[in-house]
C-alpha cells in the first residue's frame, strides 16, 4: 500500500561557509540551483506535497522554489535555531496532513528519487522513523549514528557532542529522515530541547526520544556520495563532480559515445538521444536536446539549444537559447548562433554569426557571414530562403529577406531584401591597372642600389 507523503526541504541555514552574498541553496549544480535538485527527487520519489523553509531575506530562493511549482509551500523560519526549529516553521503544513513525512536538506542535491522512496517503503512496512545512513571514512562534520546492543538505532550524536569513542563512529547521519506521520513527528520534536554544544534544537534528538518510546526506528543506508552535504566551495564542486559522472553515466547508457568523459559537462536537464557522438571539450548547459546521430565535435559551447537528428556542430562552436538545428544540419568551426532554426541540411560552416535568423533549408552560408542584428536599439530579424547561397565575408543588415535560391555576391553588405532566384551584390567595381605592380618593384629597386651606393664610398 502506498502512502501519500509530505517532503519538508529545509534550506534556512545561512550556508557561511559559502562565504557568498548568493543563499547556499541559490549555488548551481549541473545548470540547476541546490534546491530544485532537492525539489526534483522528493517529486520524482512520489511526494505530494512539498515545503521548504527558507531564511529571512531568502526571498529568491521562495521564488525558485514557486518558479518550479507553484504548489510548494514556502515558509520562512524567522531564527535559525537549528533543524528541529526549522521543521516546526512548518508545522502549518503539517498540522493537516495525513501520510508520512520526509525531511530533505536543501544543501544534498545528489539524493536520488529511489532512495527517498526506500525511506517511504520502510515507513508503509511499520517503521516509526527511518533515518539514511552512510559509512564514511571521513566522518568529520557529521552526526554520528548510535546503535543499541541490539544494533538498533539509538540515538545520533553531533560532532561536537560526541565523545571520542562515538567520534570514532564512520556510519554517519545523512540528515534525511522520514516519519510514519506528522503525529509521529510532532509528538517527539516538541520535547527537543537545546541543551548541546551549538545550543540548537537538533532534529537529530528526535532518534534518542523515539528509542526510549521503543518505537520502531531503522537506518536505510545509501552511498556516502548520494548525500554529500554542501557546506563549502570545495564540497560544491565534489558534488558537481559526482553529479557529472552520474548524468555523463546515464546518456552512455543510453547509446551515446563520450571518447573522453571527464572533460564534457552536462546539464540536469541535457537529452541525449542514440548515437551521438560528443567529443572531447565540450560544455552542454540548460536546455539542451541533441538527437540521434548528431556530432558535437570538440570545444563547443550549447546552451538553449537543439540539434536535430544527424546534425553536426563544431568544433569550436557556440550554440545559444533559442537555436534550433533541423535534421542533418551543419555548423562549423567558430560559429555563433542565437535565436535561429537552421533548417535541414542547411550550412553555415566557418567564421559566422547567425543572430535572430531563419535559414532555409540546404541554404548555404558562407565564410565570415554576420547577421547584423541589433542597430543599438532593437533586434531584427534576417530570413535566408531555402537554397540560398550567401558568399563569403556577408553582412546582411536586418531585418532582411533574402529568397529563397538567391545568391549574395562575396563582400556584399545587404540591407534590402532580395527576391527569390536573383543575384545581390554590393561592393565597388575592381579595377585593374597593367604592369603597376611591376613599376612600382623596379621604383623601390632603383631607390635602393642609390642609398646602398652612397654609404659604399
Ligand atoms: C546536519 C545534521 C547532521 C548530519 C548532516 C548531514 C543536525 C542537527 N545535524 O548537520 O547530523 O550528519 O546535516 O549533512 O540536523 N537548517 C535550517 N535551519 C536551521 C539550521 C539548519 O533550515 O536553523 C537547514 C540548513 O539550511 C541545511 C540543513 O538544515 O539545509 C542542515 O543544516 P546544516 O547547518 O548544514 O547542518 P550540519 O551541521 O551539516
Ligand atoms: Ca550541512
Not at 69 to 89: C, E, H, N, R, S
Not at 103 to 111: A, E, K, R, S
Not at 261 to 289: A, C, K, M, N, W
Amino acid at each position: 500500500m502506498t502512502h501519500p507523503s509530505l517532503a519538508i526541504i529545509l534550506a534556512a541555514g545561512k550556508g557561511t561557509r559559502m562565504k557568498s552574498d548568493l543563499p547556499k541553496v541559490m549555488h548551481r549544480l549541473a545548470g540547476a540551483p541546490l534546491i530544485a535538485h532537492a525539489l526534483r527527487a522528493a517529486q520524482e520519489a512520489g511526494s505530494e506535497r512539498s515545503a521548504v523553509v527558507v531564511g529571512p531575506g531568502m526571498e529568491d530562493v521562495g521564488r525558485a522554489v514557486t518558479a518550479l511549482d507553484p504548489k510548494v509551500q514556502v515558509f520562512v523560519q524567522a531564527v535559525q535555531l537549528g533543524t528541529a526549529d526549522a521543521v516546526m516553521a512548518a508545522r502549518e503544513a503539517l498540522e493537516d496532513f495525513k501520510g508520512h513525512v520526509l525531511i530533505l536538506y536543501g544543501d544534498t542535491p545528489l539524493l536520488r528519487p529511489e532512495t527517498i522512496a526506500s525511506v517511504n517503503g520502510a515507513l508503509s512496512d511499520g517503521a516509526d522513523l527511518v533515518v539514511i545512513g552512510f559509512e564514511t571514512e571521513n566522518p568529520t562534520g557529521y552526526g554520528r549514528l548510535l546503535l543499541d546492543e541490539r544494533g538498533g538505532l539509538a540515538a545520533i550524536r553531533e560532532e561536537k557532542d560526541a565523545t571520542d569513542a562515538e567520534r570514532a563512529v564512520t556510519l554517519c547521519n545523512s540528515g534525511i529522515m522520514g516519519f510514519r506521520s506528522a503525529d509521529t513527528l510532532l509528538g517527539l520534536i516538541v520535547r527537543i530541547d537545546n541543551d548541546n554544544a551549538k545550543g540548537e534544537f537538533y532534529l537529530t534528538d528526535a532518534v534518542a526520544l523515539a528509542h526510549g518510546n521503543r518505537f520502531d526506528a531503522r537506518i536505510i543506508r545509501s552511498g556516502a556520495e548520494e548525500v554529500l552535504g554542501v557546506n563549502s566551495r570545495a564540497e560544491l564542486a565534489e558534488a558537481e563532480a559526482q553529479m557529472q559522472l552520474r548524468l555523463r553515466g546515464a546518456i552512455v547508457a543510453d547509446g551515446a559515445t563520450l571518447i573522453a568523459p571527464d572533460t564534457v559537462f552536462l546539464s540536469y536537464d541535457t537529452r541525449v538521444g542514440r548515437d551521438v557522438l560528443i567529443e572531447p571539450h565540450v560544455v552542454i548547459g540548460e536546455g539542451v536536446t541533441i538527437e540521434d546521430g548528431a556530432t558535437v565535435r570538440a570545444f563547443s559551447h550549447i546552451q538553449g539549444a537543439r540539434i536535430g537528428p544527424g546534425a553536426t556542430v563544431g568544433p569550436f562552436a557556440r550554440l545559444r537559447p533559442g537555436t534550433s538545428l533541423a535534421r542533418n544540419a551543419h555548423i562549423g568551426n567558430f560559429v555563433e548562433i542565437k535565436q535561429a532554426e537552421i533548417e535541414e541540411g542547411a550550412k553555415v560552416n566557418h567564421l559566422t554569426y547567425i543572430g535572430d535568423a531563419s535559414v532555409g533549408a540546404g541554404a548555404n552560408v558562407g565564410a565570415g557571414t554576420i547577421t547584423c542584428n541589433f542597430d543599438g536599439f532593437a533586434k531584427h530579424r534576417t530570413e535566408i530562403g531555402a537554397g540560398a547561397f550567401i558568399g563569403s565575408n556577408t553582412a546582411l543588415v536586418a531585418p532582411v529577406k533574402i529568397g529563397e535560391g538567391a545568391y549574395i555576391g562575396s563582400g556584399s553588405v545587404i540591407s534590402k531584401d532580395v527576391a527569390p532566384g536573383a543575384l545581390a551584390l554590393s561592393r565597388p567595381p575592381q579595377e585593374e591597372r597593367p604592369g603597376w605592380a611591376t613599376r612600382m618593384k623596379e621604383r623601390w629597386a632603383r631607390a635602393k642600389a642609390k642609398t646602398s651606393g652612397n654609404k659604399g664610398t
